[in-house]
């Protein structure tokens, strides 16, 4: 009964709440007070507004006068580096001369949140047009925030897409309320992650505006990666930036009832507070490097290649299944269309590795060719994610996976070398503790606490919720958040696309692909490293201890993972396995004869500890295959 009375008290809830639009009065009002309390200081009177001098953007500007129609010319950087990639967008913001558009799925109040978003206001207030726009769910909560920042400068331009009942923030009971109401809708969330300066030179990729995504986060951080492009595949960012910033979802910040109230509750408000940076020293190390000429051409410059073939793709606002609307989802049909034509090898890196009907249709395809392309696979382990009800989908079908697709899979450890190493280039440590230690404002040495994950999510709502499984091993983790794509050493991709349903079929997804062998090669090395043995754990069939019994377990396993419920069979097909210690054997892969003896079994799940986390997998992998499709 009290089930019954909740469910009726949310759908009442969210109906009351879909029709509270703003009338027009209101939304005037506030355009009106917003442009009489605007903050309107210039801090530059030049024609070129006072940019700064940028190796970078001379590279790009270069590329594109030197293109024509016929042979555009492009200069291209795999941005694999946390630290390198800060510093480009530092750089590329401080050296814009006319426009910056910047797009992303999640924009936090953190310490990477907060210099990206004042580095920003800084451009508009020296004359450069600034336009930002976040997808409402995962950026910006705090209305009294966007009230003061819609007051920033007239030069610069706020807007989220798609918000939740026209406000920017969104509780947890209008959260649920969503989901009830207006499931569609409220599942289509904008993925892209774009800034394009002067329409010449653009990042994409998969980080977000975030510590983790930068490895600025003090417990677990992202291995990812972005690509920066100069030249005309730039100038087509910025023009699917503009059908992105014109859709009617892309909502002005007047336009939202909690900040409109705020800005018509308080008409002269203060000005735009300066930074609270929680570790400044940190934040001034990366604004040097942006400023350091010799550290760019060292760690950005010097590993660009000049290309021919660059092609940008974008789905469209607002994607859908609907047949009508199938140019909509332009993006992840070319991926699909590509992957494909494969014949020798498709190195794919995704977070999530739920595959999508039509990914699933194409994979069996190729298994079946004569010969068949060989396909690697670098993915999370339970240790690693931060979505672990995505994981316990993978685990579900993991048999499909290697025996019906031929994959070759390899699952992220959360220790793994690589990811440490990153860090400790982004960061400083201090040898006498266990957690980096940074100078305060005073000079003063102050340890660095964790932080917690605050967005909301299917499946935790924030607070230690949103976080990953307790592991039995101490020390900082890491999870694989990057998404990139490699086939027949001819072409890498690296976008946003997680190759997974909610990509193909809800999210908007954009991506940069280079026809290239030399960047198809450097990203392929990339994504192998993250398989190496020291950063890996390899999924490959289980050995029956016990011939007999093993060979009845497997069939068990092989009943229960088809059934849509009740899948309860702990023992699965395949297994997680470990190089051993003190074996000297290079990398193999499950079908080579010396597998057996360079590897240990290590179980299901290594390195996750007994925990509510544990058990909510093994229950969703029972019970929850009906959610597939939007995990």
Known sequence: MRTRCSLLFLLLLASALQGCTLDHAKIRQADAVVAASVDRQVTCNSDDHCATPSPLLDAASKALADSTPDHPQHVVTLLDDSEASLAARINLIRAAKTSIDVQSYIWDEDDLGQLALNELIAAARRGVNVRILADQLFSFDDPAMLALLARASPNLQVRLYNPTFHNARTPPLEFAAGILCCFMKFNQRMHNKVLVVDDTIGITGGRNYQ??????DNDFDYVDRDVMVGGPAAQEMGKKFDLFWNHKRAVPLT???????????????????????????????????????????????????????????????????????????????HLMQLVN????????QTPYLVMSRRAEKIFKYLHRENPAPQIIVSTNSLASTDAFAVYALSYKHRKSYLYKYGFNIYELKPRAELATNAYMQANVEDEDDDGPIVAGAAGSRRKRFPGTERRPGFFGSQGSRNRPAPLTSPGRRFGLHAKSLVIDDDLGMVGSHNFDPRSDHYNTESGVIVYDPRFAQILRDSVLEATEPQNAWVIAPRRPVIPILGQISQ???????????????????????????????????????????????????PDVAISPKLIYTRLITAFGAGVKGVL
């Open 211 to 216: 510590d983790r995504y930068f490895n600025w």
């Open 255 to 333: 336009h939202l009832r909690d900040v409109n109230r705020l800005i018509l509750r308080n008409p002269s408000p203060p000005p735009w507070p300066g930074p609270r940076y929680v570790y400044p020293a940190r934040v001034a190390a990366a604004q040097d490097e942006a400023e350091d000429p010799d550290w760019l051409y060292e760690h950005l410059l010097s590993e660009s290649l000049h290309t021919s073939k660059v092609e940008y793709f974008s789905d469209l606002p607002a994607k859908t299944e609907q047949p009508t609307r199938r140019q909509a989802r332009e993006f992840t049909a």
């Open 555 to 605: 069939v068990i396993g092989d009943i229960s993972a088809r059934l849509p419920l009740f899948d309860i069979w702990p023992f699965r097909y395949a297994t997680s396995y470990e190089a051993k210690t003190g074996v000297n054997c290079p990398p193999l892969q499950p079908s080579d004869p010396d597998f057996t003896r360079c590897y240990d079994s290590v179980g299901d799940f």
């Open 341 to 348: 034509h494969a014949k020798k090898e498709v190195v794919l």
